[in-house]
């Protein structure tokens, strides 16, 4: 089982570049989300989506994008990339809403971006 | 800001030791969860446990909720060196009774286990 897979891995970017993360999951999972991780500051969320089609904002979304055109796809969009957008990116996946008493997370294994 | 706050910020104890983190949070929530996360690696679930329980047990794992008190405790006993990793409490705000969606995270507990 492959779970949940993030590309690229590590990636560096001048201020200014874009790029796309890529995240896929093959549990047929419904929700998606995208976190961003850095030190002292614990897992922050950027945006997640409830399902094919949707997305929605976390608490950190500016400065970011998604799409969600397939249901094992989950893209997080830079346009113009920032220092400050140095980080750990971690998408999750979960069959159920998180509210759920029943569903846990699952998490792909990280996208260490610099940017300089 | 972060919904969950943890204590000790970083934890070191012997191997055979009992480790305990705490979990604080601000508002009101469906379930608590507890992740783990060995270094450079994503999150793995631990244990979930409904804002109508008050304790669960997972093999060595204890938790315990309080949801008068918003927070929750993580017992890993008789630890070992490969429970060495950071700990994250999470939960699903809720507003209303009614979720957000969204599982909010704490700082985490860096755990380190001596041989």
């Known amino acids: 089982n492959a779970g949940v897979t993030q590309t690229p891995k590590f990636r560096v970017l001048k201020t200014g570049q874009s790029m796309t993360l890529l995240c896929a999951q093959d549990?047929?999972?419904?929700?998606m989300y995208w976190y961003r991780q850095d030190p002292g500051m614990g897992l922050r969320l950027i945006h997640y989506?409830?399902?094919?089609?949707?997305?929605a904002k976390g608490e950190v979304p500016d400065g970011y994008n998604v799409s969600r055109l397939k249901k094992q796809n989950f893209l997080l969009g830079l346009e113009s990339a920032a220092p400050s957008q140095t980080s750990v990116y971690f998408c999750?996946?979960?069959?159920?809403?998180?509210?759920?008493?029943?569903?846990?997370?699952?998490f792909g294994q990280g996208t260490r971006l610099t940017v300089v | 800001s972060q919904q969950g706050e943890e204590d000790p910020q970083a934890l070191s104890i012997q191997e055979g030791e009992n480790a305990t983190m705490n979990c604080s949070y601000k508002?009101?929530?469906?379930?608590l969860q507890w992740y783990r996360q060995n270094s450079g690696r994503g999150l793995v679930h631990l244990i979930l446990?409904?804002?109508?329980?008050r304790e669960k047990h997972s093999g060595r794992l204890r938790v315990t909720l309080d949801t008068s008190k918003k927070s929750s405790s993580l017992l890993i006993t008789a630890s070992r060196a490969a429970d060495t990793a950071s700990y994250f409490c999470?939960?699903?705000?809720?507003?209303?009774?009614?979720?957000?969606?969204?599982?909010?995270f704490g700082q985490g507990t860096i755990l380190t286990v001596h041989p």
């Open positions: 999750a996946s979960s069959y159920e809403h998180l509210s759920s008493t029943n569903t846990e997370a699952f």
């Open positions: 549990m047929n999972h419904e929700y």
């Open positions: 989506s409830v399902g094919e089609g949707t997305t």
């Open positions: 508002t009101s929530i469906n379930n």
């Open positions: 446990i409904r804002s109508n329980e």
């Open positions: 999470a939960t699903d705000p809720t507003a209303g009774g009614t979720s957000y969606g969204k599982l909010t």
